[in-house]
């Protein structure tokens, strides 16, 4: 019977099965970050226990670091007296428990998504988990990979293993060719709006077409990423040439190991004929750019459209639509274009790296920002996006612009760090969510591509990319 | 058997979508602690003012619209909401949170997948009904506060004298909350079958047991 690239990798990973319930899953790859393993830590001294396997563990400290740090800054340094508790709190659980930490200091440091793959510490075929939702990032490479809690965390770190049930399976096939100006983060903006943020709830979505196949891993990875705000917890894509290029590139496997692995990698893909539960066909070629405009990711509209009123819509999702307006500060008459902006945010696990710092370079190359933006950042996602864009002299051009150029980390994707906005101010975002508050409190967010972001900070408005 | 009856004032949410960053806002993710969050819960909407982790709900300026600042909802046990609740981040702070308010269950249309299991890690029974039932239930709770009662055994939810609706909810992690079972241990049950897998795994793909950076 042929089967699908999640089932696949379900039954290679199943320990232990339990049709009506739960089953046991082996996980060969655990990050960790300072935010959500403090409590898991606890967890195993209390009950007197070792993480079951070290080198299966990752850990670097992401969410709540400052991204202005410069050469001497270590953990001492971090001025919130709360956040430095976190950020020690993780080197010493790495120190004691013996895991493998790229701390504060270290030149590879990164946002945990974007510094795993780069370092090799993805694999195809892996089953990958950290406690953070955007793990679902690293089902690019053909990984069952997807966000979990700090109890299961606790419970991956003392058993190697999580107990859950099996998901759907639901495909999402991108045929055709962008316009100008469209880039990965637009369409999976686009397939959001379209089926909502609860549209993949209860399934693994597998990204397949013409377009995945010609995409770069890092278009890839930025479509698994935001997976999880269509709902789905598990996103992920067949592993082809792309892949296996860029694992050659990435992983310091020798020669010998690499074939061995390469032979059973070539069929982590999904069988022809296998069953999918739900199937959506999106043609790329007519997706415009997107741009959010409300405080959920599915209230996203073309750069250009007019932002939805009440109109057919039913009474609870008017209650939902009054309520966001009332937040992002938008009257009826509006489109996205009359909106002025404040603040400019170029980062996050969703859009830190290269191709995304390339594509942002090439709109700001030779210009400068908007006198009406008060602020504008560029947060590489890594120690190594940081050095090679370094070397490419994008830093150079965004400084000239007027950027900001900072030191890796979550940043201004979510409020927990010095970056954030402050009440009311508008920011064009290139991060993942655009909640109440999630970039500070009272803040309005709205999500869009690199190209887009840069182009809001030479203007001061939403415009045209074509 | 412990646990098995939840009954309490139900608290509603008209709205879709509640994501985990309105359940608890980042910045009290900062704590390395696994409770006192309840002060923290639904922060955005409940407070004027911003907080810190250091204060308290007494130390803040209340939003006295806000239905949990009202009586009798102070002591809610029983949150109604409707799609999607519990979407976004991984942070299980949100369920410590509801769990540290009070909150014992969890009504809802759907739930955000991650939400929805951290609840049983942590005594938050989520219940799942359709968007008929869900409506329904909001029509009885807008004219005055009510009580439901569920049963966990049962896995029913009664309300308005005798009406009641069933729910399903998989016996192995309701038996979680009905027995306060923790994870770890039942797994370590299995220890010799995660051995012999690994052992077999790290001969099948060798790779990914010999690897450093």
Known sequence: MPVTLYDKLWDEHLVQTDDTNESLIYIDRHYLHEVTSPQAFEGLRHKQLKPWRLDANVATPDHNVPTDRGNTFDAASIKDEVAKIQVVELDKNCNNFGIHQFDITSNKQGIVHVMGPELGYTLPGMTIVCGDSHTSTHGAFGCLAMGIGTSEVEHVLATQCLKITKLKNMQVNFNGHPQRGVTSKDIVLHLIKLIGTAGGAGHAIEFSGSYISSASMESRMTICNMAIEAGAKVGLAGVDATTLDYVKKHSNLSDSMFSKANEYWQTLKSDPDANFDQTIDINVSNIRPQVTWGTSPEMTIDFDADIPSQGDIDEVNHENLLLAKAYMGLDESKTLQDLSFDRIFIGSCTNSRMEDLRDAASVVKGKKISKDITEAIVVPGSGMVKAQAEEEGLDKIFVDAGFLWRDPGCSMCLGMNPDQLKPYERCASTSNRNFEGRQGNLGRTHLMSPLMAALTAVNGKITDPS | ?213
């Not at chain 2, 909802?73 to 976004?88: M, S, V």
């Not at chain 2, 009070?102 to 759907?110: D, E, L, N, R, T």
């Open chain 2, 1 to 213: 058997m412990i646990n098995s009856i939840i009954t309490g004032i139900v608290a509603t949410f008209n709205r879709d979508n509640i994501d985990t960053d309105q359940i608890i806002p980042t910045e009290y993710l900062k704590s390395i602690k696994k409770f006192g969050f309840g002060d923290f819960l639904f922060d955005g909407w409940r407070y004027l003012d911003e907080g810190r982790l250091d204060m308290t709900a007494d130390d803040r300026s209340k939003n006295h619209d806000f239905i949990l600042n009202k009586e009798p909802f102070t002591n809610a046990k029983i949150l109604l909401t409707r799609d999607n609740f519990g979407c976004g981040s991984s942070r299980e702070h949100a369920v410590w949170a509801l769990r540290d308010f009070g909150f014992k269950a969890v009504i809802a249309s759907s739930f955000g997948d991650i939400f929805y299991n951290n609840c049983f890690k942590n005594s938050v029974l989520p219940i799942k009904l359709t968007k008929e039932e869900v409506n329904h239930l909001f029509e009885i709770s807008s004219l005055s506060p009510v009580s439901f009662e569920i049963d966990l055994l049962k896995k029913d939810l009664k309300f308005d004298g005798n009406y009641s609706y069933s729910f399903d909810v998989k016996d192995s992690l309701l038996d979680r909350i009905i027995n306060n079972l923790d994870d770890v241990d039942i797994t370590l049950e299995h220890k010799n079958h995660i051995e012999a897998f690994e052992q077999k795994r790290r001969h099948q793909r060798p790779w990914l047991f010999d690897y450093s950076n």
